[in-house]
Nanobody, 116 residues
């Protein structure tokens, strides 16, 4: 059974930084693709960033140059470093694990609020 638990959210002023963490339990993490998504109030969930098992990364245009995704396979962790935060980054942030067979697991989310 795979479980994901996000942490690190909070309230920050515009221009500030936060580091989100996602702890993964279960097997197969090192060969899995990991994503971060976010969902703002009244909006659809949107993809933010991805890191492959080979640690190649991709970002949504809205966060490129400000956010950095990374992973620690030894400790089954994925991180999202968020710099130069803007009020429009306010959302619940979720991590997602995609298995080699195409299955997906989600965490419960962590709230990020950026004040202007």
């Amino acid at each position: 059974q795979v479980q994901l638990v996000e942490s690190g959210g909070g309230l920050v002023q515009a221009g500030g930084s936060l580091r989100l963490s996602c702890a993964i339990s279960g097997s197969g993490f090192s060969v899995s693709v990991m994503d971060w998504y976010r969902q703002a109030p009244g909006k659809q969930r949107e993809w933010v960033a991805r890191i492959s098992s080979a640690e190649s990364t991709n970002y949504a245009d809205s966060v490129k140059g400000r956010f950095t995704i990374s992973r620690d396979n030894a400790n089954n962790m994925v991180y999202l470093q968020m710099n130069s935060l803007k009020p429009e980054d306010t959302a619940v942030y979720y991590c997602r694990l995609v298995t080699r067979l195409g299955g997906a697991y989600w965490g419960q989310g962590t709230q990020v609020t950026v004040s202007s």
